[in-house]
C-alpha cells in the first residue's frame, strides 16, 4: 500500500508573464512551473497539484493554496526552500503544511478573496506598471463604495460573469466589498465563497463606471436583476488583481496568509 504525505503550500507569484495558473501544453503557466520544481525535490515526476482558485493571464497572487500527494518524505523546509530554488524569480512558496488526505485545496475552502489596486491619477503607472490597474480620470470612492455595497450576499451574478465561465451556477455569495483610498491608490477587496470567471474583473468595471459618474450607485441593483452580461461595463485590466487568501477551517491549523502587496 502507498504511503501518501499530503502536503498544502502557500504560493506567491506575479502573473504578469504567465499565461494564467492552470497547466497548458506551452507549459508557460504557474501550475507548470510549480508542478516541475517540486518533481525535483519529491524525485518522482509527476507531481500534480490541485489549486483553491484558477487565475488567469496577467493575474496575481499573494497566496495561492494548493495541496498534493508525494510518498517523498522531506523536511518541510525543502518544499519550501528546496522548491524555491528550481522555480523562476516571479514564483515562490511561502509556507508548507501537512495534512491529512481528507483536505482539498478547492473543496475544504469556505471562502476566496481578491484585491483589485487601481492607480487613479492622470499620468499612468511605471514602475508599477503590470502590477496595479490605472484609470485617469477622477473617480468618486464614496460613490463606489455605496454601489458595491449593493453587491454584497446572495445574487445571480450573470452580469458579471464571463462567457467562457464553466461555473455551474452563477449564484455566488458575496461576504464583502470594501473600496478605500491612499491617495492616488485605490484598493477594492472582495471576500466570497467562490467567484465567477472575470467576476472581480467585471465588478471593478461596473463600479468604475459608477466612480466617474456614468451611472448612479442604484445601477448595479440594475445589473444583477437584469442577469445580463451586455449590460455591464467592460472587463478591467488584469494586471490590478491579486489573490489574497482563502478561508479554511480552524481544524487543518493552517499558517496565516497575510496579504504582501507593494
Given amino acids: 500500500m502507498r504511503n501518501l ?20 501544453p506551452h507549459g508557460n503557466t504557474v501550475q507548470d512551473v510549480l508542478e516541475a520544481a517540486l518533481a525535483v525535490i519529491a524525485d518522482a515526476p509527476p507531481v500534480r497539484v490541485a489549486c483553491a482558485g484558477r487565475t488567469d493571464t496577467g493575474v496575481h497572487a499573494t497566496s495561492q493554496i494548493v495541496h498534493f500527494d508525494t510518498e517523498a518524505n522531506r523536511p518541510l523546509n525543502a518544499w519550501v526552500r528546496g522548491v524555491n530554488s528550481h522555480l523562476p524569480q516571479t514564483v515562490a ?77 452563477p449564484v455566488k455569495t458575496l461576504y464583502r466589498a470594501d473600496i478605500s483610498r491612499e491617495r492616488d491608490l485605490i484598493v477594492f477587496d472582495f471576500r466570497a465563497n467562490a467567484f465567477l470567471h472575470h467576476m472581480v474583473r467585471n465588478l471593478v468595471g461596473a463600479l468604475v463606471f459608477v466612480g466617474k459618474g456614468r451611472y448612479p450607485p442604484e445601477w448595479m441593483l440594475e445589473l444583477l436583476a437584469a442577469c445580463n452580461r451586455s449590460q455591464s461595463a467592460p472587463t478591467f485590466d488584469a494586471a490590478g488583481l491579486y489573490f489574497t487568501e482563502v478561508e479554511y477551517s480552524p481544524e487543518w491549523n493552517l499558517p496565516a496568509q497575510s496579504i504582501i502587496l507593494p
Avoid at 13 to 23: D, M, P, V
Wanted: charge should be positive; aromatic fraction near 12%.
Fill in 93 to 169: 512558496v511561502r509556507w508548507a503544511h501537512p495534512v491529512t488526505t481528507d483536505f482539498h485545496a478547492r473543496f475544504s475552502a469556505r471562502s476566496r478573496s481578491y484585491r483589485y489596486l487601481l492607480l487613479n491619477r492622470t499620468s499612468r503607472p511605471a514602475l508599477l506598471s503590470g502590477r496595479v490597474g490605472w484609470f485617469h480620470a477622477p473617480l468618486d470612492e464614496n460613490a463606489m463604495r455605496t454601489a458595491a455595497n449593493h453587491l454584497l450576499g446572495e445574487h445571480d451574478f450573470s452580469a458579471f460573469r464571463a462567457a467562457e465561465c464553466q461555473a455551474k451556477s
Fill in 5 to 24: 504525505i499530503r502536503i498544502v503550500l502557500s504560493i506567491e507569484y506575479n502573473g504578469a508573464a504567465f499565461t494564467g495558473w492552470q497547466s497548458q
